[in-house]
């Protein structure tokens, strides 16, 4: 079982940046690819970004793509979520969650992404 917390949200104006953070408890985080979903209000949770367990391939969706960098530190146990160039369309609970197959678990409690116009 893993745990995931993630952290770094907050209020941003439009064109700024935010990196958030998801720290995972448990040996076998290496051993998971990781992947960031977000959910704004009224709307499903959508997928954002997720990086294979060795951190050498990376996904996004295409309305972050060149905007957004996942990346992972196995030795901190966490991954990472770099967002530039935010847009008030970005505004959303933001979600980390562990993979194994096609299966997504273990998610973490999200952390809130506000961006003003």
């Known amino acids: 079982q893993v745990q995931l917390v993630e952290s770094g949200g907050g209020l941003v104006q439009a064109g700024g940046s935010l990196r958030l953070s998801c720290a995972a408890s448990?040996?076998?985080?290496?051993?998971?690819?990781m992947g960031w979903f977000r959910q704004a209000p009224g709307k499903e949770r959508e997928f954002v970004a997720s990086?294979?367990?060795?951190?050498?391939?990376?996904s996004y969706a295409d309305s972050v793509k060149g905007r957004f960098t996942i990346s992972r530190d196995n030795a901190k146990n966490t991954v990472y979520l770099q967002m530039n160039s935010l847009k008030p369309e970005d505004t959303a609970v933001y979600y980390c969650?562990?993979?194994?197959?096609?299966?997504?678990?273990?998610w973490g409690q999200g952390t809130q992404v506000t961006v003003s116009s």
């Open positions: 448990g040996r076998t985080f290496s051993s998971y690819a």
């Open positions: 969650a562990t993979q194994r197959g096609s299966r997504w678990s273990n």
């Open positions: 990086i294979t367990w060795s951190g050498g391939s990376t």
